[in-house]
């Protein structure tokens, strides 16, 4: 009679942890790619901060402007950036584009606070900004902590402004006012999504007048003087910016331990990092690979800079037209990670996950078969057969993973970039890094995960 341990070992084949199975000197190697991630996450809180950086990453790792009307060899690195905010880059493969390619598409956009078109107003003496949030937030968590502020105004000349102010020491930083516990009585009776509403999310950036002895509004005019001589602009140019509050502040270890990153924007820096990374790792390889970092995926992949958008299967017709063949004989043929993170198992809150089926922290990288809400609405839904290849592709190059879906049945839901990948004939499925307090202005992820995300798009991309 075989033992109960060895069987169970065997046939139950349950998950450790992975820092208790990876060598010392493995974990090291994850410590030292995490340093450069924290950077990245630090120096990239916007899409366009993340496509400047990859534009620039990518260069250095001999990348060039793709130009369609050439015929590239294999081996030839090109990108193509999308009205600055979506990157798509390529290695030419030596096999025919009737192979298909190799996607790892992961979003650079993250939950934030946008400012409205016509933001500047004044209140009893105090200037103030008007937002609009973009995606997925519990407003409250934006009240009383420091932001900075980020982005483009365009003025009246046609001249391209870039703002990017409250991240360097020195700087001055902005902040949403909350109410004070000892007023709060008829607020903290409210439901959680209304104890601060959307119109209340208004960012303090002033409260000194010009010195005058006429007009009124003179902390607004003030204010607007500083802008004016920083930037160049008037009050009409915030109709033609683009800017964006985000949490101001660093990106940490967290634990005595340094097992995590604490930090404004894993979601979906912490996949969109890796993906670019594996790609300079890649040197002429078998299949065209692609790595697509997309914006807007945060309010449904809309927009030509999202991926609901032609612009990555425009790329991928530029490409067959080389080649003499039909863009649907690629895609047909392709295959796809949609590199996106899911939730970590939250002990804390341990009633909405399925812990079954939930991801988890230090467990590796997690592949969602599907996403959506309800009766899987709104889910690709990957193969049995895609998921098997993956399966052994990981396991086959020592990536340590793990399957997760968001949280129980019918306890609420989301979706990726995934569907709309899978529209374009391509298989596909969701690999990414599990994230303790997603959509937060402060998430947490583990070193040792953000590391498997890298070797998983190693592999993919080299197979
Ligand atoms: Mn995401
Ligand atoms: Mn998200």
Not at 200 to 214: A, Q, T, Y
Not at 429 to 458: R, T
Request: a negative charge; hydrophobic letters at 40%.
């Amino acid at each position: 009679m075989e033992d109960v341990k060895a069987l169970t070992e065997k046939l139950l084949d349950t998950q450790k942890n992975a820092a208790s199975v990876m060598t010392a000197e493995e974990i090291k190697k994850a410590d030292a790619y995490s340093e450069g991630y924290k950077d990245f996450l630090f120096r990239c809180k916007t899409e366009r901060e993340c496509v400047s950086f990859a534009e620039k990453a990518a260069q250095a790792n001999g990348f060039v402007p793709f130009d369609k009307s050439k015929k590239y060899a294999p081996g030839d690195k090109v990108y193509f950036v999308n009205r600055a905010k979506a990157i798509v880059l390529c290695i030419i493969g030596k096999n025919s584009l009737t192979e298909g390619v190799k996607i790892v598409a992961a979003h650079i956009d993250s939950p934030r606070v946008d400012l409205k078109q016509n933001p500047l107003y004044e209140d009893n003496e105090l200037a103030y900004f008007k937002t609009h949030y973009y995606g997925g937030i519990k407003k409250y968590q934006w009240t009383a902590r420091p932001l900075s502020l980020h982005g483009v105004v365009m003025l009246k000349n046609g001249e391209k402004v870039e703002v990017n102010i409250g991240e360097d020491e020195g700087d001055p930083r902005f902040v949403i006012s909350d109410l004070l516990p000892h007023l709060a009585r008829n607020q903290m009776s409210k439901k959680a999504n209304e104890v601060v509403t959307g119109e209340e999310l208004n960012i303090l950036i002033g409260s000194r007048p010009f010195k005058s002895d006429e007009g009124s509004e003179l902390v607004k005019l003030n204010v607007m003087s500083i802008l004016n001589e920083k930037y160049g602009m008037t009050n009409s140019d915030f109709l033609t910016a683009e800017l964006e509050a985000v949490p101001a502040g660093t990106v940490d270890d967290i634990g005595f331990d340094r097992s995590m990153i604490g930090g404004y924007g894993h979601d979906d820096r912490v996949c969109s990092y890796p993906a670019l990374t594996a790609m300079f790792e890649c040197e002429n390889p078998d299949n065209t690979v692609l790595c697509v970092l997309t914006d807007k995926e945060e309010i449904g992949s809309e927009g030509n800079t999202g991926l609901k958008s032609a612009y990555m299967a425009y790329f991928i017709a530029d490409l067959a037209r080389m080649q003499g063949i039909q863009a649907h004989d690629i895609l047909s043929k392709s295959e796809c990670l949609s590199a996106d993170v899911n939730a970590a198992f939250d002990p804390t809150f341990a009633g909405v996950y399925e812990k079954n089926n939930a991801s988890f922290i230090n467990k590796g990288i997690v592949m969602t078969k599907y996403t959506g809400a309800g009766g899987k609405s709104g889910t690709s839904d990957a193969s049995a057969e895609f998921v098997s290849k993956m399966r052994t592709l990981f396991d086959s190059n020592g990536v340590i993973w793990q399957a997760g879906e968001l949280g129980k049945v019918d306890e609420g839901g989301g979706g990726t970039v995934a569907k709309y990948i899978a529209n374009l004939d391509v298989d596909v499925v969701d690999v990414g890094v599990p994230v303790l307090s997603m959509h937060a202005p402060y998430e947490v992820i583990s070193k040792i995960d953000l590391f498997m995300a890298h070797k998983a798009f190693e592999a993919f991309f080299k197979s």
